[in-house]
């Protein structure tokens, strides 16, 4: 007669199972020393998710033959642009590239032209789909490796005083981290002033600009909440970043080494998105000083609704002005691709001349 096992020893040999593959894996994994350029020192995607990752995870997956040092580009003394010119030379051998810092670059923005995408779901759809296309730019002309796509909390529109939607901005001086970003505040009939992440609170209180467009979260974390009284809960962008390889240093390694980072690494990306999409409602409820906020940091700002004309308006300024400005500074090369990959899906094709 067939033996009957209990719940707990069947659940234990599976764990054992586990286990011993796991063992496996990392005893046939070479010893490795990586050096990492994270992403923004100070927001949840670093402190959260990449740091512990390279410096606990890695390690003790591998059983100790992988150990990596990481630091955020900010604090490396790099420069966004600067990101993948020395990824393609080797001097980093694996960096986060923030597009949207990567000006003579624009292949890379189409995962996060502004307003594109309105929410997470949206924004999972666009990545998805173009993600082959930066893949194989990236390989072509940088020579690096795309291993992970991560999304920071949406970045939205703060501002001193009331405004009840996006026509209302008119004539503000608001605060851009990129191109993409003045491009649309100039669609608007605002005045774009790009500053940096650092300086942007200041930049408000000093009465430099009357709005900043940044992150639900990483707003609060600078004190952005303090200084301003108006959220706008329509996502602008999210801020969407890269982690790459320079492709002779990734080819390099064993190939069993190159399975174990892609899996490792793979679930990386994912609790970063779900960090990202938690982040950005605990940002809008922690900004407006909410019940539901779980940090004792909380403000009084209004939180403005994102109405019906909202986001018609947006999908007007895709179709007007981002997207043309985007091909007029792409190219070709940017305009067939979208056509055959994010244009059918939001049912706005790329303009030709």
Excluded at 217 to 246: K, Q
Excluded at 335 to 350: K, L, N, Q, Y
């Amino acid at each position: 007669m067939p033996q009957v096992l209990g719940r707990s020893t069947l659940m234990f040999m599976v764990l054992a199972a586990l286990f011993a593959a796991q063992t496996v894996v990392a005893g046939e994994l070479q010893e490795a020393r990586l050096r990492i350029v994270g992403g923004l020192a100070g927001v949840g995607q670093y402190t959260r998710f990449e740091e512990p990752f390279w410096t606990h995870h890695v390690p003790e997956q591998s059983g100790g033959r992988i150990v990596a040092e990481i630091a955020p580009f900010d604090k490396s003394g790099i420069r966004g642009d600067e990101m993948l010119r020395l990824l393609s030379l080797g001097v980093v051998q694996f960096g986060t590239v923030l597009p949207s810092l990567s000006i003579q670059d624009p292949e890379l923005s189409a995962f996060d032209l502004p307003l594109l995408s309105p929410d997470f779901k949206s924004l999972r759809r666009v990545v998805d789909v173009y993600r082959p296309v930066v893949k194989r730019f990236l390989r072509d002309n940088y020579d690096t490796e795309l291993l992970g796509v991560y999304a920071y909390p949406a970045q939205v529109i703060y501002c001193r005083q009331e405004f009840r939607g996006l026509a209302d901005l008119a004539g503000r001086r608001i605060r851009t981290s990129g191109v993409a970003q003045s491009e649309l505040v100039e669609a608007l009939k605002a005045i774009p002033v790009v500053t940096p992440f650092a300086e942007m609170v200041n930049a408000i209180r000093h009465d430099v600009v009357d709005c900043a467009i940044t992150g639900t979260m990483s707003g609060n974390a600078i004190g952005l909440h303090l200084v301003t009284n108006y959220i706008h809960e329509m996502a602008v962008s999210w801020g969407v970043s890269l982690f790459t390889a320079n492709l002779r240093t990734w080819e390099r390694l064993p190939a069993q080494t190159r399975d174990f980072l892609s899996r490792e690494i793979g679930g990386l990306e994912a609790q970063i998105w779900a960090g990202a999409e938690k982040e950005t409602g605990d940002g809008i409820d922690c900004n407006t000083g909410a019940a539901t906020c779980p940090i004792e940091r909380r403000g009084a700002m209004v939180r403005v609704p994102l109405l019906p004309e909202d986001a018609e308006l947006g999908k007007s300024l895709v179709r007007s002005a981002i997207l043309p400005r985007w091909v007029a500074r792409c190219g070709t090369f940017c305009a067939d691709a979208w056509d055959e990959t994010i244009g059918p899906m939001v049912s706005i094709m790329a303009p030709r001349s």
